[in-house]
């Protein structure tokens, strides 16, 4: 999942204090697929050793990463700017969801624009004087009395709703465990098999009911999604029972 500086947002950390979350930060980018990282003076200087250990494989998000000695130029490049915070603020700003926020930066980066998202030291976030230069709000929707999240959760959020978004990744799959799906054909089989034994111990009662029970257990196979290996159970089951009742 390689990205350009121009098809990815920037992911700005102002004034980080632990290199230990700067790298937790980076390996979190990575994971979908970001890369372009700016570091706004952090407190324990710059490269930090930690922060390579806590990446764990990301150190190329790092050793690519923009130093600043402040916000002005660390987003003098960019067309639209988000500050991600939970607290109130005094100032007017558009505030929007990480999802929505995601939605407008892949907007406005298809029109060639350069977007940063602002990220603020551990002790307590970006001040009023870092919010104010940008042009909207993210803020998740998390339990009122307690907004906490450190720098590597935000990070991470952020990036998982960036990946979540651009990527072509279907919302369920079947996990097979090496194994697939029963054809219809073997699913059918498996339904006339069940519907033998149980007419033969008097199921399908009163007779008039038996088209409209039957119905519902075709039905109720197709529903399942059964595996080949399923239906061979299935079919085991119901041998094994009539052998042992004695209805070989």
Avoid at 76 to 91: G, I, K, N, Q, Y
Avoid at 98 to 125: D, N
Avoid at 134 to 155: D, H, K, M, R, W
Avoid at 168 to 187: C, K, N, Y
Wanted: proline content about 7%; charged content about 20%.
């Amino acid at each position: 999942m390689q990205q350009s500086p121009l098809n990815q947002p920037h992911f700005v950390l102002v004034r980080p204090q632990m290199g230990e979350n700067i790298g937790a930060a980076a390996r979190a980018m990575l994971n979908f697929g970001l890369d372009r990282m700016r570091i706004i003076a952090p407190r324990d200087g710059w490269p930090n050793p930690r922060a390579n250990a806590l990446a764990s494989g990301a150190g190329r998000v790092l050793d690519h990463a923009g130093l600043f000695p402040d916000l002005p130029s660390a987003i003098a490049d960019c067309d639209f700017v988000f500050a991600t915070t939970a607290r109130s603020r005094e100032l007017t700003k558009p505030i929007v969801t990480p999802e929505r926020a995601m939605q407008m930066t892949r907007a406005l980066i298809a029109e060639g624009k350069r977007v940063a998202i602002l990220f603020g030291p551990e002790r307590a976030g970006l001040e009023n004087d870092d919010v104010a230069p940008a042009n909207a709000i993210i803020t998740v929707p998390v339990n009122p009395e307690f907004y906490s999240l450190n720098l590597g959760q935000c990070a991470l959020l952020m990036a998982y709703e960036w990946g979540r978004q651009t990527g072509d990744t279907p919302p369920e799959v079947m996990g097979l465990a090496r194994t697939d799906f029963a054809s219809q054909v073997e699913v059918e089989r498996l339904g006339d098999h069940m519907e033998e034994k149980l007419g033969e111990v008097g199921f399908f009662y009163p007779a008039e009911k038996a088209p409209g029970m039957q119905l519902a257990l075709r039905n109720m196979w197709g529903r399942l999604g059964l595996t080949k290996a399923e239906v061979q159970t299935f079919h085991g089951m119901l041998r094994q029972v009539w052998y042992h009742f004695g209805k070989k």
